[in-house]
């Protein structure tokens, strides 16, 4: 069997007047992500770990944010087409890690619909989606809660047994 390991970041600043997505889900909170698309910045790492295991660039790359079709765009779609790549050249996830750094909200409450909504899309059991929630501590921009940082790292495999 053969294998490749990709890994991925994103952050996203936080404001008002957007909805908090992470993961697909909607989470509750006075504040949202700015971005081009939704700003779902946990998707955003996933997708750019996936391509970056197959040494595919990164979903600027797919999804420029020039391009005025991917404005508010759903991250899941997205998702889905990175997908529909990564098994057009015969990979599969074997599993993804993944760690969403935020002061808050309190993200503990949403992690198994996110592991849920994510392993949906992704046609995977919800124990092959890892999803860690923490804090900065305070530190820097995520710290003061300026932002949401997101770390993601996907196995891919190929072959049989």
Request: aromatic share 4%.
């Amino acid at each position: 069997m053969e294998f490749r390991i990709g890994n991925g970041y994103d952050i996203h600043r936080l404001t008002r007047d957007r909805k908090l997505i992470l993961g697909g889900i909607h989470i509750p909170h006075q504040l949202g992500l700015l971005g081009h698309s939704d700003a779902d910045a946990l998707t955003h790492a996933i997708m750019d770990a996936m391509l970056g295991a197959l040494s595919l660039g990164d979903i600027g790359l797919y999804f420029p944010p020039s391009d005025p079709q991917w404005r508010n765009a759903d991250s899941l779609v997205l998702l889905a087409q990175v997908h529909q790549l990564v098994r057009q050249r015969g990979w599969q996830i074997g599993n993804i890690d993944s760690v969403i750094v935020a002061e808050r909200p309190k993200l503990k409450p949403h992690i198994e619909a996110m592991q849920q909504r994510l392993a949906q899309v992704l046609q995977l059991q919800p124990d092959q989606v890892g999803i860690k929630a923490t804090t900065n501590e305070k530190l820097g921009p995520v710290g003061r809660e300026e932002g949401i940082a997101t770390h993601a790292v996907v196995l891919l495999q190929r072959g049989s047994v």
